[in-house]
Structures are given as C-alpha cells and as structure tokens.
C-alpha cells in the first residue's frame, strides 16, 4: 500500500483558513443582503457606464466630460426603462390578455384531456384539481412583494450609482496612497482592469447574441400570431442575462402561453422548435467565439454561482452571478493561499487570459527598493 501524499502543514492550514474567509464572507453577504444587493448593482451600472463612455470617446469626437455625461444619461434611461417595462408593463400584458383569460379554463382542461390520452389515462385531472393543491393566494402575494422590491431597488441603486460617480474622481488618489509602490499599483490596476475587462466582456457577449435570439423570437411569434411579442421579446433579452434558467424560460414560456392562447397545437409547437433551435445555434456555435478569454469560467462554477447568489440575493444575484464569478476569479488568483480555488473556478486551469503573459510577482525586489528608500526617509 502506497504511503499517503505528504502535504506541508502550512500549507493545510492556509488553505484550511481561505476556507473559512470564504463561508464567513458568504454569511456576511446574507446577512447584509438588503444593503449589499443594491450597492452590487450600482457597482455593475458603473462599470456598465465606463465602456459606453470610452466606446462614445473612441466612436464619436464628443469630449472626455460630454462622453461621460453622455453615456450616464443612456444608461440610466435604459436602466429606468427596464423597470419600468417590468413593473408597469407586466401589469399591461395581464390586462392585454383578458381575451386569453376569459378561456384558460376549459382551455387547460383540453390540453390535460389530450395528454392524458396519449399516456391512457382515463381519467385525467382538471384543472380545478391542480389549483386545490396550490396557495394561490400565497404566490399571488409573494409576486407582489416582489414587484414592489424591485421597484425600491431600483430607487436605492440610482441613489448608490449617484454617490459612487461622485467619488470615481479621488479613485486614483486612493490607489496611490493605498499601493504607494508603483509594482503593486501596476499589480493592482492589472486586476482591476481584468475585472472590468471580464464584466464588459460578458455584457458585450449577451448583448449581441440576446439581440440575435430577440429577433428571430420576434418575427416567430409574429408569424404564429402570439399576443403582446413585444413584451415576449424584452423578457427573452432580460433573462438572457442569467445563465441555465434564462434559455430555459426564453425557450418555454411564450410556447406555453401559446398553448393557451390558440385552440391549435402547431403555433406552440412552431414557437418551441424554433426557439429552442435559434437557442442551441447561438448558445453553442455563436457566443463561445465571441466570448473567447473573457469568460474563461469552468461551467460548473457557473452553475454553482448560480445557486449561491440567487440563493444569497434573489433575481440580482442570479443577474449579477456570472460577473461575480468572474471577479471572485480575478481576485482568488492574485494571492497564493487562494490561487487553488481560481484555477477550479477557470475553464482551463488559468485564470488568466494567457498564463506566460501574467507578470511574476517580485516580492523581494519590492522589498529591497524600500529597504533602500529607508535611509534617504532619515
């Protein structure tokens, strides 16, 4: 029998305590939730504005000050207009759909007939049945709990956005003065940059292809007739943002209200094939060639990212799960104790966009250079 693999104690016990940061980080992030969840949000609106800030001084001859006052108008408008959209214009699509409402009774008692008899079931439920079986009334109020979070969300991120452009200003100041060497500020703003490279990468990303699955979305559900498309259409972009459950709902739901809306079984079986198509071309053929090394986040870990936010922040943090990932990534893999833990969170095993590019860190020259800078301090 082979002897056991030898592991220095130092080295158990360093990871033993990056273990233990972590689950006491992940307390303290439910525990403040109500507080860090906007303020998450805010920090991602800020690094949102930053890219259309240098896109709109690279595209366009607008000064450095109009481009920044530019691009913080475009998105907070986009910002406030999703909300809006989702609040009020959720309330709308129900309004909107009171001719499907008027049917969806005995509609769904069809659609369960049906079924039932493609399994031999003689006699199948009603759906009288399955709402006896379901707090209505609970899930009824919950959604509108929700609706009302939202909107006060979004109020305290606009109030958190204002005061972090505020201070973007002294951002350089304080990076002097936290990292007076210039290695480590190089170091510093090395990570920086990769985290903001990482965040604009992704919003790129599921910007274009979302466009993409938008259009192809809407002219299918215009040409089978569904109501309210347009509505459809800005929920499919929405929750593209969240990976796994946004293709899941993109690809299902306007097929089953579908189901509902039409006496006929081919419009919902057009919508399904062909999103679930238009689905699997952009999410495997089309978005890894444009995501190349600014997603290099192994699948697992998104997945597990996923869960823990959502689980920690609700729908934010499912928005905000892979961005997070990213930077937890970039982070874990500037120090030793914790570089393990940002090799199992890449695609590849490095964390970095090219492992030959990232600078060796040079501990000992850092400290020679103040060692020598101590006597001309005297």
Not at 109 to 115: N, S
Not at 204 to 227: E, F, N, P, R, Y
Not at 286 to 291: A, D, E, N, S, V
Not at 319 to 342: D, R
Request: a positive charge; glycine letters at 10%.
């Amino acid at each position: 029998m082979k002897p056991p693999i030898a592991v220095a104690t130092p080295t158990v016990a360093r990871n033993a305590l990056v273990l233990i940061a972590v689950v006491a980080t992940a307390a303290a992030l439910v525990w403040l939730a109500d507080i860090l969840t906007p303020l998450a949000m805010a920090i991602f609106l800020m690094i949102v504005i930053d890219g259309v800030k240098r896109f709109i001084e690279e595209k366009t001859p607008l000064p450095h000050r109009w481009a920044g006052i530019a691009s913080l108008v475009v998105v907070v408008l986009i910002f406030a207009g999703s909300i809006w959209i989702i609040v009020n214009g959720a309330a709308g699509f129900f309004g909107q759909a009171s001719g499907v409402s008027s049917n969806i009774g005995p509609r769904i008692d069809q659609i369960l007939k049906d079924g039932s008899g493609l399994f031999g079931i003689a006699e199948p439920p009603t759906m009288q049945d399955l709402i006896n079986g379901i707090d209505l009334r609970g899930y009824l109020t919950s959604a509108a709990v929700q609706a009302q979070g939202v909107a006060s969300g979004a109020f305290f991120v606009l109030v958190y956005l204002g005061f972090l452009l505020a201070s973007q200003g002294g951002f350089r100041r304080k990076l002097v003065s936290m990292f007076p060497e210039r290695l480590q500020r190089a170091e510093a703003m090395e990570v920086f940059q990769r985290v903001r490279g990482g965040v604009e990468g992704y919003i790129w990303v599921q910007s274009v292809t979302g466009v993409m699955i938008c259009i192809v979305a809407w002219i299918l559900m215009k040409a089978v007739g569904l109501q309210n498309a347009e509505f459809w259409t800005f929920v499919i972009f929405v929750v593209g943002f969240i990976p796994v459950l946004g293709g899941a709902v993109a690809g299902l739901a306007p097929p089953l209200f579908a189901l509902v809306q039409f006496p006929t079984y081919w419009q919902a079986i057009v919508l399904l094939i062909g999103l679930q198509s238009v689905l699997f071309v952009v999410g495997n053929m089309i978005q890894p060639r444009m995501q190349g090394d600014n997603q290099n986040i192994d699948p697992v870990a998104v997945l597990l990212s996923l869960a823990l936010f959502g689980k920690m922040w609700g729908v934010v943090g499912m928005f905000l799960s892979t961005p997070l990932a990213v930077m937890a990534m970039a982070i874990l893999a500037e120090f030793k104790g914790s570089m393990w833990m940002a090799v199992l969170l890449s695609g590849d095993g490095a964390p970095y966009a090219g492992e030959d590019d990232k600078p060796a860190p040079a501990p000992k020259k850092s400290r020679a250079r103040v060692s020598r800078a101590k006597p001309d301090d005297g």
